[in-house]
Structure formats: structure tokens, C-alpha cells
């Protein structure tokens, strides 16, 4: 009896130490990637590179959903960025980044493939990972950060929406999209 109990136990212990290794990939030549610097006021500032000598700031404005998923809060950082496109894309990434517990990441889950303004129409084109699937109040205020996040520019007349080069009726099935978004909708 105490064979078997004892066994039991090797075998669950050894179970154990196998499956906790699990879902952990490790990058073979290391860790690759970069942590993003962030300025001591908050501010984030993207991964430098050798091409990338002009960095231009700007303060931008960026909303996320309170704890209650009730109103947006507007927070204010600081970004730079080397291209015009590259202040909409990195704005807009923001939207899904929150190191306040009090300020919900109404985009966490959404990733920004590319961003294109031409005659103050911007193209944003994103993929939504299954996990970021909201209801139908999450959705409209998911919609209106974005909105309100993108609107600021004032070079931003309109905002095409895409999933996966797509355009779609809806993001998650709840409010309807319209194509292209107008500013003051």
C-alpha cells in the first residue's frame, strides 16, 4: 500500500515539474527583443535604431475605459516618432498598453499591421487576437477611444478601419462601422 502511494507521488511530482515548463517558449539565441524605454514622466519613446537620428515629440492624448467599463479616461503622454504615419500607428498602439490599474487598455489584444494617410484619409489596418472580443458597450467605447485618439490630429479628416486588409461591417459583431469613419461621428 505504501508502494503504491509512494509511486503515486513520484509520479505526480514528476508530472508536475514537466508541466510547469509548459506554454514557456524560450528564443534559442536569447532575448532578442528590446524593452521600450520610458521617460520618467510617463512618457513612452519607441526602440531607437542606427536610421532613426530625428526623432520628432509630440504630446498626444490617449483614452482608455475605467474599471467599471462605464467612460473613457484621457491620458496624456508624450511620443516620438521619426514619420508623420508613424505618430497615428504608435498612438493608436497605445490605446492597448496601460501601466494604471485605475485605466483599462480598451486595445489590448489589437496589433496595428500599418497605417497610411493620404488627403486626410488614414488607413489603419489591424488583427484582432480572439481574446480582445468585448461586448456591445465595450465595443462603442473601444470605438470611441480610437475615434477620439485619432481625431486629435487635425490633418485627420477620415479613418478607414480594416481587419486583416479588410473592411468589415462590424469589429466584433455589436456596432456597426461605417466606411470610412467621418470626423465628428
Known amino acids: 500500500m505504501h508502494y503504491r502511494l509512494l509511486n503515486a507521488a513520484v509520479l505526480s511530482v514528476a508530472m508536475l515539474a514537466l508541466l510547469s515548463a509548459c506554454g514557456q517558449v524560450k528564443d534559442p539565441a536569447g532575448d ?6 520610458t521617460q520618467m514622466n510617463g512618457s513612452r519613446t519607441p526602440p531607437a535604431s542606427a536610421a532613426a537620428q530625428h526623432h520628432r515629440q509630440m504630446n498626444v492624448k490617449v483614452y482608455y475605459g475605467d474599471v467599471d467599463a462605464e467612460r473613457l479616461i484621457e491620458h496624456e503622454t508624450t511620443i516620438s516618432y521619426q514619420e508623420d504615419t508613424d505618430k497615428y500607428a504608435y498612438a493608436i498602439k497605445l490605446l492597448g498598453e496601460s501601466d494604471d490599474s485605475e485605466r483599462v487598455a480598451l486595445f489590448k489584444g489589437f496589433t496595428v499591421k500599418s497605417a497610411q494617410f493620404k488627403d486626410g484619409l488614414l488607413t489603419v489596418d489591424m488583427s484582432m487576437a480572439p481574446e480582445a472580443r468585448v ?23 477620415s479613418l478607414e478601419l480594416l481587419m486583416d486588409g479588410q473592411a468589415v461591417e462590424s469589429l466584433m459583431g455589436h456596432v456597426e462601422l461605417p466606411h470610412p469613419i467621418q470626423r465628428g461621428t
Not at 135 to 157: C, H, I, N, P, R
Open 32 to 37: 532578442s527583443s528590446t524593452p521600450e524605454p
Open 135 to 157: 461586448g456591445s458597450g465595450g465595443e462603442a467605447l473601444l470605438l470611441d477611444a480610437l475615434k477620439k485618439t485619432v481625431f486629435q490630429f487635425s490633418e485627420v479628416q
